[in-house]
C-alpha cells in the first residue's frame, strides 16, 4: 500500500514562496490509476484542494488560487512537489499530499483516497 510523506519548512516569511515535497514509498507516481493532489486545510476551515498531477504528467491548478501554485512531480526520486508563491497569514494551514484513483476538485473528505500525515505551515514573519 502506497505511503505518502509530506516534508518542507514549517515556517515561511509573508510574500515567501511555500515549498513542499510530498514523498512516495509503496507505489510509483508513474501509476496510471493515480492521481496526485495537494489539499490544506486552515485552522477551523474545511479542506481545499490546492491542484493535482494526473497519470499522464498534466497538472491541474485550482482557480481559486489565482495561478500562485505550481506542482511537479521527480520520476526519478518518485516524488511531487508544490510552490506556492507570494505567501500570506492566510495560507498558514496542515497541508497533505493525496493520492486518488480520480480528479476530484471540489467536496473532499478524509475518508477518500490514501493521505499523507500532513505537516504544518505557518506564514508569518
Known amino acids: 500500500q502506497v505511503q505518502l510523506q509530506e516534508s518542507g519548512p514549517r515556517l515561511v516569511k509573508p510574500s515567501q514562496t511555500l515549498s513542499l515535497t510530498c514523498s512516495l514509498s509503496?507505489?510509483?507516481?508513474?501509476?496510471?490509476?493515480?492521481?496526485w493532489n495537494w489539499i490544506r486545510q486552515p485552522p477551523g476551515k474545511g479542506l481545499e484542494w490546492m491542484g493535482a498531477?494526473?497519470?499522464?504528467?498534466?497538472?491541474y491548478d485550482s482557480p481559486a488560487l489565482k495561478s500562485r501554485t505550481s506542482i511537479s512531480r521527480d520520476t526519478s526520486k518518485n516524488q511531487f512537489t508544490l510552490q506556492l508563491s507570494a505567501a500570506t497569514p492566510e495560507d498558514t494551514a496542515k497541508y497533505y499530499c493525496?493520492?486518488?484513483?480520480?480528479?476530484?476538485?471540489?467536496?473532499?473528505?478524509?475518508?477518500?483516497?490514501?493521505w499523507g500525515r500532513g505537516t504544518q505551515v505557518t506564514v508569518s514573519s
Open positions: 493525496v493520492k486518488s484513483p480520480l480528479l476530484k476538485t471540489t467536496g473532499w473528505v478524509r475518508e477518500y483516497g490514501y
Open positions: 498531477i494526473a497519470p499522464s504528467g498534466g497538472v
Open positions: 509503496g507505489g510509483s507516481i508513474r501509476s496510471n490509476y493515480a492521481y
